[in-house]
């Protein structure tokens, strides 16, 4: 048997039996080891297969979410042009005057092209600013709408702000050159609405804000202002912040400042629009011509962020306020890091620097300090350098502004 010989002793028939016993175990572990190998290859396999097949529906689902937001964010730019163009052109003015209308109602009022007004119906409407009856074709505005629409000067107002985000990213050509090749944009590059709608927002604002809520939690300056004293406003725009404050604050005397012709001639129209002319005066001036004069208080609102050498003009302010006086400074809220901003007005920050603030001061050759580059550390450093004292945060409260009184 197996070629053994008859003549093998009992003990050896056993030492061969244990020997071809262990080696035919041995092949038997050698072919369950085989096996196991075998299928822990076919599994690490087929879980590296499984593995990609789910990274790639995770990459799909992932896209699929940033897709959404894409079309979130198509919808957001349709949306802002279409109120820019009810606005711009008077539609939501004329609903909120005329109630519920046709397209053909609104041109004939309007004296527009229906085919223009009923396409803007529709797209505004699906936008969700705009009410339609399908069965009476008529469109209509509800009283938010109208509160946010129609409405100026008013706490819920968002007339300027579309006029504003509209206005400044029409110079996109000479952007993108900025881009490529440095500097900026000039003032005189923008259309005439950006700058109606940084006045109407400033009317919102100092109006629903500054006189009725934020210096009432500053005593030293609303006591002053009651008092009589001199007021002057750095930067001042089209003049809304010293309007509103002579408006509540007669027994004082209001000074405005600007860098921008057009701006001033706005501001003086402005002052006689609301009776305070005799008590309210703009001219020209720019912070290298240095201080104007001596006031009681002094006051920069939106204006340090936006100037080409920000040191220089807190520097000019300090030169023109009196030993005894007070500096009212708002700027845009915002972290030491400005990726460390968050909030939904974040972009809109980013936005307005990008397009506005950092590029008109980069076009002049400044520092391009930016929206968002002015937060309290900053403001500390540049105010103890000019010689002020004290830095006093106020709070506030607000999505976009903080409110510092310094002396």
Known sequence: MLGVA????????????????VHETLNSIEIELQLYTLKVSLST????????????????????????????????????RMCAIGIDLGLF????????????????RKSYQERYIREWIYGTHKVGYLNFDKE????????????????KGEKFSQQGAFKLINNMMLPYDELLSSF???????????RSGLWEGLDLTGCTRYRSFLVT????????????????????DFGCGTGRSSIELAKKYPNSKYFGFDVFPPNIEKAQENAIERGVSDICHFQ???AKSGAPGQFDIVAAFDLIHDLPHPGEGIQAIKNAMKDDGLFLLMDIKCTDDPIDNEGPMTAFKFGASLHFCMTTSLANDGEGLGTVGLPKSKVEELCAAAGFKNVKEIEINHPLNSLFIIQ
């Not at 003015?93 to 004939?108: W, Y």
């Not at 008529?138 to 946010?148: C, D, H, P, T």
């Not at 009432?216 to 008092?227: C, G, N, S, V, W």
């Open 180 to 190: 490529k090749e440095g500097g900026g944009v000039n003032f005189e590059d923008y």
């Open 213 to 232: 809520e934020w210096t009432d939690k500053i005593p030293a300056i609303t006591e002053k202002l009651e008092k009589g004293v001199t007021f002057a």
């Open 6 to 21: 008859n003549n093998i002793s009992d003990q050896n028939y056993s030492y061969l039996t244990v020997y071809f016993g």
């Open 284 to 286: 020209v001036w720019d």
């Open 45 to 80: 396999n087929t879980y590296l297969f499984m593995k990609g097949l789910n990274m790639s529906t995770q990459l799909e689902n992932e896209t699929q979410e940033l897709l959404g937001k894409v079309v979130q964010d198509f919808t957001g730019a349709i949306a802002t």
């Open 93 to 108: 003015v004329d609903l909120a005057e005329n109630g519920a209308s046709t397209s053909q109602e609104i041109a004939e």
């Open 136 to 151: 009476t074709r008529k469109a209509s505005l509800s009283k938010a709408a109208i509160n946010v629409l129609v409405s």
